[in-house]
């Protein structure tokens, strides 16, 4: 299995990323889907998931500016960033799990990690 992701880069405050996370070697229409981070001295939180049949969850701090989706079609799952802010920064990893999708707080079951990529919101 490999989750290959792909969009970060440096934005201003007020700007917009989109990330992308091209799976392989699983079933992908089976397996929800999450988008991690980790910000420099903090622990890595989930951001978003996104289940088999397209339910969004969300952190608080990010609803109304990002957007998690999956094209099933292109084993690839987006998370759309706007209005970003300088406490925005940090590596975003993408995440995979087979479990249920009432497991999808639980970091522990996703079983397979795409390699992360940066996102560095400057004031």
């Known amino acids: 299995v490999q989750l290959q992701a792909s969009g970060g880069g440096s934005v201003q405050a007020g700007g917009s990323l989109t990330l992308s996370c091209a799976a392989s070697?699983?079933?992908?229409?089976?397996?929800?889907m999450g988008w991690f981070r980790q910000a420099p001295g903090k622990e890595r939180e989930l951001v978003a998931a996104?289940?088999?049949?397209?339910?969004?969850h969300y952190v608080d701090s990010v609803k109304g500016r990002f957007t998690i989706s999956r094209d099933n079609a292109k084993n690839t799952v987006y998370l759309q960033m706007t209005g970003l802010k300088p406490e925005h920064t940090a590596v975003y990893y993408c995440?995979?799990?087979?479990?249920?999708?009432?497991?999808?707080?639980?970091?522990?079951?996703?079983?397979?990690w795409g390699q992360g990529t940066l996102v560095t919101v400057s004031s």
């Open positions: 995440a995979a799990t087979t479990k249920p999708w009432r497991y999808r707080k639980v970091q522990s079951v996703y079983r397979y």
């Open positions: 070697g699983l079933t992908f229409s089976d397996t929800v």
């Open positions: 996104c289940d088999t049949d397209g339910d969004t």
